[in-house]
């Protein structure tokens, strides 16, 4: 079986779940769940999780084994462009001039959708400040595609609301996305189980990235491994190339040909 890896920004990835590192009890139980979902990228935010800028107080880093994973800083809680470029570039001062970030710019606290004309814009600033940008936006082809073309090196659009866990609510528009871009398209936000991780890979996807599906699972080091192995599955599947569907009409899983009749004596 050929190699089938993930590339971002000209790196490679063997995983192609990306976890987030919120809402988990504590710190150890963060470490437990990315552990056993086998990703290589790794999400925080900056605004909520501290990497250092907060002396004193729990580091994240030193639960992570160094150098295991790529860490994914990003903008969660940024409601305009202005608030997601100074929080990037508080990351990348963090991070030794860390260059690889995903960028979120919220329209509504209630409902947590991107505001894509904010979204545009900070994109813009941040591709042209050098950074590489995986970007957060809603599931209209055409913003992804502006997206795209203003330099972002992954398109990521909601499957639904963000910590809804309803799944994928129109694989059509994703799938639009999909065949028109030269660049992964991962699906952030609405996964709530391991069949939804799965049905995103089926349809194509380069990966899924999530977080409140593993953590406010009543298991979550348990769910962070079904959500490994639904990813896998999903792939495969794609790979494979299901079988055509075929709307009334049923196929013997059998040939007809040799069978033997009861008329026979």
Not at 45 to 59: F, H, K, M, Y
Not at 104 to 115: A, C, K, R, S
Not at 146 to 163: T, V, W
Not at 213 to 239: F, N, S, T, W
């Amino acid at each position: 079986m050929q190699q089938d890896a993930l590339v971002i920004a000209g790196k490679t990835y063997q995983s192609r779940l990306l976890v987030g590192t919120g809402k988990y009890k504590d710190f150890q139980q963060t470490a437990e769940a990315l552990d056993a979902s086998g990703c290589d990228i790794v999400t925080v935010a900056i605004r909520r999780v501290n990497l250092g800028q907060n002396a004193g107080e729990p580091n994240l880093l030193d639960f992570l084994p160094k150098n295991r994973y790529t860490l994914l800083p990003n903008t969660a809680g940024c409601y305009s462009a202005d608030d997601a470029v100074r929080t990037l570039r508080l990351a990348r001062e963090l991070l030794d001039d860390h260059r690889l970030v995903k960028l979120e710019v919220l329209g509504d606290p209630n409902n947590l959708f991107p505001n894509v004309r904010e979204t545009l814009k900070a994109a813009e600033t941040l591709v042209k400040e050098g950074f590489d940008v995986m970007v957060y936006t809603s599931d209209d082809p055409i913003v992804a595609r502006e997206l795209e073309q203003i330099g972002c090196c992954a398109i990521m659009p909601l499957a639904s609301l963000i910590g809804s866990g309803m799944g994928i609510l129109n694989p059509w528009n994703l799938q639009l996305i999909i065949e028109q871009s030269q660049v992964p398209v991962l699906v952030d936000a609405g996964v709530g189980t391991a069949s939804d991780a799965a049905i995103a890979m089926e349809l194509g996807c380069d990966g899924v990235l999530m977080n409140t599906a593993i953590a406010a699972a009543q298991d979550p080091v348990r769910m962070a491994m079904a959500m490994k192995l639904g990813v896998q599955a999903g792939r495969e599947a794609y790979l494979a190339g299901r079988m055509p569907k075929r709307f009334y009409s049923a196929t013997p899983s059998s040939p007809r040909e040799g069978v033997i009749s009861s008329r026979q004596g």
